[in-house]
């Protein structure tokens, strides 16, 4: 039996448990039913609910592909996370509870991280930063990074925040990518007991990043860094954050922003080797973000909200500082590894901290499940009442042991599909009201409307297809930062004559209860540990190396990451295929992208399956690398190559 079709004999049924739907936000299907009914007055209902300069008259404007959301109304989306709370009781209560690696801990109360935005804010603007200008953010998970963030906002400033673990060379083409004038880091941040030298990578970055005029240094800890990671600042360009912040005014009026103003961009992975700036707008973004956190993670002014990603994938945006801060929620921030210094990090957190609700991907919780149940056992974990999971199909395995071993079979489980481009949650379950499958993610959420078609763009009500979305929705991506045509090649050109349907990328399948099952990615898109890599982002690092003539990246199953990369390599003349150029291949990729792109397999090779018109066959790769019987070869040019490799991986393997 495949595994697809073990998935949907999956029959375990978990409704909602009573004592949770008792209280949840929402419990009732009379919203969804609304919803689909009106999908456009339903949006309208949520974003009447963000507090705005001018209210909007207009809803949704839509000339397939381009939309808008509330055009006219207008709005800053940092007093919707901050002022509008300090108003009122909230204003003491944590929006962040911050703990580092090595065990530092810091908690910001809204008040306080109101203050610290309007000083940031302030800073920005006095090194010349104005509404509309960009500013990169390369900072590891501390409150900085959601200040940093916010201050942006408050002044109109578009954000590109670079995930810590990319490479300079990442860092340096998104930083050019968008033309940021201002780059905010750190002097370093803790990761396994290691120091992760920020500061270093910027400055190998900004050799050649020639719009930055500004760079601010958050001195991460004072004292803890050694003499060769301790930042080397530059006269003129470099400014330490506390000294900035030490001169700073209190006050800052926030800008007023139109509801289609970007907010942010943030890069993420395509077909190509270059990856693509994502552009999220102001009102819309916010109304999608406030919503979902609001009805998914039935955030309550008690919750402790723990979403485990990094601010530097949208997960982290989303889910860590825009929808909980808009509800007024109490986030968990940390910093570091969860197997450091013990593989009982992240439950001594929940527990310390008194997590309510937990949300993190299908790839940590295998690697939970393969530490064992001792773990989590060692920790009281009463107060957790809700988990969440995002970034890749979860097994069901894994999900019964996250329900049970975490959950302790008393919480809801919310499997969570959306991509960097939805800008929020898309598929989910209700917590209070969802019968759930492990596995599934269940239905649509309100006020969507997704379709599973066919390669014709016909409807299939039951059985496998592709994932597509009918219709706008206010967090949607507007459009990819100076490069139009490309969102509407990428997500609009699909389907000849349709350019109102929106492709996810994804496949997936609908069972005769209406579920959907997502199976992963059906493009050139690879999701590793949770982290989207293009393959063609990985072939060409490869053949930036001068021993490499051409590369093939495929992604093949793997246990813990769910998908694992391999690489199938042809040398150059005078270049000899040795364990020791293995490494250096894969060290040199992980310079060039990031460790996250390091391929697990390299395999050399005089050849490369390729079809008579010079198409390399990755079907065929992929095969190999799974160790299956390879599929039709009658195409290729020389069919005796695949065989070879097929010889040559499996020697390599044993
Ligand atoms: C891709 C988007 C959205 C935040 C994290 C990833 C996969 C995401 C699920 C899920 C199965 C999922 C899809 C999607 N994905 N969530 N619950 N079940 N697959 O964002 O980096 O933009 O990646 O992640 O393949 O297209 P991203």
């Not at 330490?240 to 030490?246: D, N, P, S, Y």
């Not at 997936?508 to 959907?516: E, F, H, I, S, V």
């Amino acid at each position: 039996m495949s595994e697809i079709d073990a998935l949907l004999t999956e029959n375990r049924r978990f409704p909602s448990p009573p004592a949770f739907q008792r209280v949840a936000t929402v419990s009732d299907a009379a919203v969804a039913t609304a919803a689909a009914a009106d999908p456009d007055a339903y949006w309208v209902t949520m974003a009447r609910q963000l507090e705005w300069i001018t209210p909007f008259t207009k809803g949704l404007e839509w000339t397939a592909p381009f939309a808008t959301w509330f055009r006219d109304g207008q709005l800053n989306v940092s007093t919707n996370c901050l002022d509008r709370h300090i108003r009122t009781a909230r204003r003491n209560k944590a929006a962040i509870i911050f703990e580092g690696e090595p065990g530092d801990t810091r908690t910001l109360t809204y008040w306080q991280l109101y203050i610290e935005v309007c000083k940031f804010a302030n800073v920005l603007r006095s090194l010349g930063v104005r509404k509309g200008d960009r500013v990169a953010i390369y900072l590891p998970m501390i409150p900085e990074a959601a200040v940093a963030m916010l201050a942006c906002a408050r002044i109109g400033a578009i954000h590109n925040v670079v995930f810590g673990g990319f490479s300079p060379e990442s860092l340096r083409d998104r930083i050019n990518d968008s033309q940021c004038r201002v780059l905010i880091t750190a002097d370093g941040g803790f990761r396994r007991g290691q120091v992760v030298p920020l500061k270093r990578n910027a400055d190998a970055a900004m050799t050649d990043t020639p719009s930055i005029e500004h760079c601010v240094v958050v001195q991460r800890r004072a004292g803890a860094m050694s003499e060769e990671t301790h930042a080397q600042m530059q006269d003129g360009r470099d400014a330490w954050w506390h000294r900035l912040m030490q001169k700073a005014p209190l006050q800052c009026e926030p800008a007023v922003m139109d509801a289609e103003d970007p907010l942010f961009i943030l890069y993420t992975s395509g077909t190509t080797g270059k990856p693509k700036g994502i552009v999220h707008s102001t009102g819309g973004y916010l109304t999608g973000v406030t919503t979902t956190s609001r009805q998914v993670f039935d955030l309550k002014d008690d919750d402790v909200f723990w979403c485990t990603a990094d601010v530097g994938w949208v997960t982290g945006h989303s889910y860590v500082v825009y929808g909980p801060l808009a509800n007024g929620a109490t986030c968990m921030l940390y910093e570091g590894a969860p197997d450091w210094p013990d593989k009982n990090r992240m439950w001594d957190m929940c527990e310390r901290h008194g997590v309510t609700i937990f949300y993190t991907a299908p790839t940590a919780i295998r690697a939970f499940m393969k530490w064992g149940e001792k773990h989590p056992n060692q920790h009281d974990l009463s107060r957790l009442r809700l988990l969440g999971t995002v970034g890749e199909p979860i097994n069901p395995e894994a999900w019964m042991w996250y329900h049970r071993v975490i959950g302790k079979e008393r919480c809801p489980i919310v499997d969570t599909w959306w991509q960097t481009e939805t800008g929020a949650i898309v598929i989910s379950p209700l917590p209070g009201l969802t019968e759930t499958k492990p596995g599934s993610a269940t239905h649509p959420l309100p006020g969507y409307s997704v379709a599973l078609v066919d390669t014709h763009a016909q409807p299939i009500p039951v059985g496998g297809g592709l994932l597509t979305i009918t219709r706008p929705w206010p967090s949607m991506l507007r459009t990819i930062w100076g490069d139009p045509q490309r969102y509407v090649d990428t997500y609009f050109s699909k389907w000849p004559g349709r350019p109102d349907l929106y492709f996810a990328g994804d496949g997936a399948k609908l069972d005769d209860d209406g579920y959907w099952w997502i199976l992963g990615r059906v493009d050139d898109v690879l999701n590793v540990a949770g982290h989207r890599i293009g393959t063609m982002e990985v072939e060409s690092a490869l053949v930036g190396h001068p021993s490499v003539a051409e590369a093939a990246v495929v992604g093949k199953d793997h246990e813990l990451k769910g998908q694992a990369i391999a690489a199938f390599v042809t040398l150059r003349e005078g270049f000899t295929a040795t364990s020791a150029l293995r490494d250096e291949l894969r060290e040199f990729v992980g310079e060039k992208i990031g460790a996250i792109a390091k391929p697990d397999d390299i395999l050399f090779s005089a050849d490369l399956p390729k079809t008579r018109s010079g198409k390399i066959m990755r079907r065929l790769l992929r095969d190999i690398a799974e160790g299956r019987a390879l599929g039709d070869t009658t195409t290729l040019a020389d069919p005796s190559v695949v065989a070879g490799l097929k010889e040559q991986y499996e020697a390599q393997e044993s």
